[in-house]
Nanobody, 127 residues
Framework: QVQLVESGGGSVQSGGSLRLSCLGSGRALSDYVMGWFRQAPGKEREFVAT??????????HYDKSVKGRFTISRDNAKNTVYLQMNSLKPEDTADYYC??????????????????WGQGTQVIVSS
């Protein structure tokens, strides 16, 4: 079983950048497909980005709303997955969660594809 802790959220102005981190413990995150999701107030949790297991060359996949602005990456030595967010917009405001899913299908954009979740980190983008 793996435990996940997100950090790096905060408040920024439109056009700014943030880097979110998802630190794993208990198991190597390289054993998992990793994903970032977000949930805005009153809305369902939605897919943002995913990266496959390290053994598969770290292929990535993004939702169209963030493609070209966000980058998901891994640092296996630190057992951490990142989400670099650039050119932030007010509509990016949400709680951001990282998830870990057992190796298998990819890309994985549904919440049900991830067994483990962190507690979330809040991102607020003001105009």
């Amino acid at each position: 079983q793996v435990q996940l802790v997100e950090s790096g959220g905060g408040s920024v102005q439109s056009g700014g950048s943030l880097r979110l981190s998802c630190l794993g413990s208990g198991r190597a995150l390289s054993d998992y497909v990793m994903g970032w999701f977000r949930q805005a107030p009153g809305k369902e949790r939605e897919f943002v980005a995913t990266i496959d297991g390290a053994g598969w060359g770290s292929v990535t996949h993004y939702d169209k709303s963030v493609k070209g602005r966000f980058t998901i990456s891994r640092d296996n030595a630190k057992n951490t997955v990142y989400l670099q967010m650039n050119s932030l917009k007010p509509e990016d405001t949400a709680d951001y969660y990282c998830g870990a899913g057992s190796q298998g299908s990819f890309p994985r954009t549904a919440r049900t594809g991830y067994e483990y979740w962190g507690q979330g980190t809040q991102v607020i983008v003001s105009s």
